[in-house]
């Protein structure tokens, strides 16, 4: 039988004018736009809007806007009876992931993704740090490049995205030696990142314990299709477990190729990327060019679903 997953992108998927047109045609996406600007206290539907990128760009906005659109989108497509099996979100993607599952709530997601991208904001600021992609390398020999590359500091595998790409991040002189062991172990490319800190590293541990805290008050429920973790890209439905992954996460590698692999093995036949830009079905191209495969990312493409 046909499985439709659905897939949610997080932090670099943003762009200028990313969520306009939704906002534009629905009063749903209107609705979320002024519910999110107040739980924010940012006006997070005019920065997506109109800009600057820069400003757009910071931590504490991305991820919030990222997510807001996410949610508008699913909620659009839900409402013209879309079919679901499974989701899963690359990094915050799995908030919006969460609120698919029927775990937490837009409001309950939106105040966590706020604590969070706040958090991991201050401590990119106290911890600098920064993440470079390795190209053309097996994952075992990038764990290698990064364990030769720790006499100059933290440095680990931060996402395991598709065959032969795998980002690292940690402190920024560990980080450009790991890419040069990269290069000597045969990498086809080892490019640094334009990001603002040390994603999914123990440079994040700041941010760990302010979101354990924050998850302390939010009542998740068992979430009524499986949720395919960032932490053991496997299905997860229990709500204490997705809790746990939601902590992990923060400071643990994203297994987003092992995620995808394994909603495949469970009869995934069928992927939709929900969310700004196609990052996501770009990496997926690469795992696995055999699947059904689109982008849900603006009111032409929620139009185009409806016919």
């Known amino acids: 039988m046909s499985k439709t997953a659905f897939i949610f992108p997080g932090q670099a998927s943003q762009n200028v ?21 107040e739980i924010l206290g940012l006006p997070i539907s005019k920065i997506s809007f109109e800009g600057p990128l820069e400003k757009l760009t910071e931590t504490h ?23 679901v099996s499974m989701v899963g979100g690359h990094s915050l993607g799995e908030y919006s992931a969460l609120v ?23 401590a990119c600021e106290r911890r600098p740090g920064t993440m470079a992609a390795i190209i053309g390398l097996e994952q075992s020999k990038v764990a290698e490049a990064c364990t030769a590359a720790h006499s100059q500091g933290i440095v680990q ?17 560990a980080v450009r030696e790991a890419m040069q062991q990269a290069k000597d172990l045969g990498a086809r ?31 998740f ?23 746990s992954a939601l902590v992990k996460q923060i400071d643990h590698p994203v297994l987003w190729m092992q995620t995808i692999e394994n909603m495949i093995k469970d009869g995934a036949d069928t992927f939709r990327e929900v969310g700004p830009g196609t990052v996501l079905t770009g990496l997926m191209h690469r795992i696995n060019k055999e699947m059904h495969n689109e982008s849900i990312s603006s009111y032409r493409d929620i139009i185009r679903f409806k016919e």
């Open 61 to 83: 906005v991305t991820q919030p806007a990222i997510f807001t659109l996410s949610v508008i989108l699913y909620e659009l497509l839900k409402q013209e009876n879309a079919t």
């Open 157 to 173: 595998p931060a996402n395991y995205n598709s065959p032969g790409q795998v980002a690292i991040s940690g402190e920024v002189e």
């Open 221 to 243: 429920q068992d979430a009524e299709i499986p949720v395919y973790v960032n932490i053991s890209g496997k299905p997860v439905q229990q709500a204490e477990d997705l809790k």
């Open 100 to 122: 698919a599952s029927g775990a937490i709530d837009f409001e309950q997601g939106l105040q966590l993704v706020k604590v969070r991208s706040q958090a991991m904001q201050e």
């Open 17 to 37: 004018g990313m969520g306009k047109d939704v906002y534009e045609s629905f009063d749903l996406a209107k609705k979320y736009y002024t519910k999110a600007d």
């Open 189 to 219: 490319r080892a490019i640094e990142l334009v990001v603002g800190g040390a994603f999914h590293s123990p440079l994040m541990s700041l941010a760990k314990v302010a979101m354990e805290e924050a998850l302390e008050d939010v009542n």
